[in-house]
C-alpha cells in the first residue's frame, strides 16, 4: 500500500472532528512543504510490539543520536493522541525555542521542546501554527 493510501487508511481509523482536524492539518504541512517526503509510521517496532502512536512524517533531515551516529528523520510529524492531536516539529536545537517564539501566541496548547498538543484545531492558532512549522523547516534544511 503506498504512504498516501496508509495516510488516508489512519485518518479514518479517527473519530470525528479529529479526523477532520487531521487531514486538515495535512493540507496546511503540504501547503507550507509543497515537495516534501511523505512517512507514515505505524508505531510498531520489528516485532510487530506497538511502541508508540501512529504518526504521519513530511520532509526529511538527519538526525543526530545523543551517543552518536545519525539517521534519516522527518522534519514534521503529526498524530492522534487521547487528548487531541500532537505537532512535532524536530530538529530545532534550542528545546526552548518553540515555546518562546510561539506559545503565547498559539491559543489552547501545550508547546515543549519539539511537540505542540493541542484538543482541536478550533483551539489554536492555525497561521502561528504554520509560522512555527516554516520557521522550523527553516533551522532544519539543508
Excluded at 481509523?13 to 507514515?40: N, Y
Amino acid at each position: 500500500m503506498s504512504i498516501e493510501k496508509q495516510i488516508e487508511a489512519y485518518f479514518l481509523t479517527q473519530p470525528e472532528p479529529k479526523r477532520s482536524d487531521l487531514k486538515e492539518l495535512h493540507r496546511i504541512i503540504l501547503d507550507v512543504m509543497p515537495q516534501c517526503r511523505l512517512w507514515f509510521l505505524d508505531g510498531k517496532d520489528e516485532s510487530g510490539k506497538i511502541v508508540s502512536n501512529p504518526n504521519v512524517g513530511y520532509g526529511t533531515h538527519k538526525m543526530r543520536h545523543a551517543r552518536g551516529g545519525a539517521r534519516e528523520f522527518y522534519q514534521v510529524g503529526i498524530s492522534a493522541n487521547t487528548a487531541g492531536i500532537s505537532v512535532y516539529i524536530l530538529g530545532i536545537e534550542d528545546k526552548n525555542y518553540l515555546a518562546q517564539a510561539f506559545g503565547k501566541d498559539l491559543g489552547k496548547a501545550k508547546v515543549t521542546g519539539y511537540c505542540i498538543k493541542f484538543k482541536t484545531l478550533g483551539d489554536i492558532s492555525v497561521e502561528t501554527l504554520k509560522h512555527a512549522i516554516q520557521c522550523g523547516v527553516e533551522q532544519t534544511s539543508g
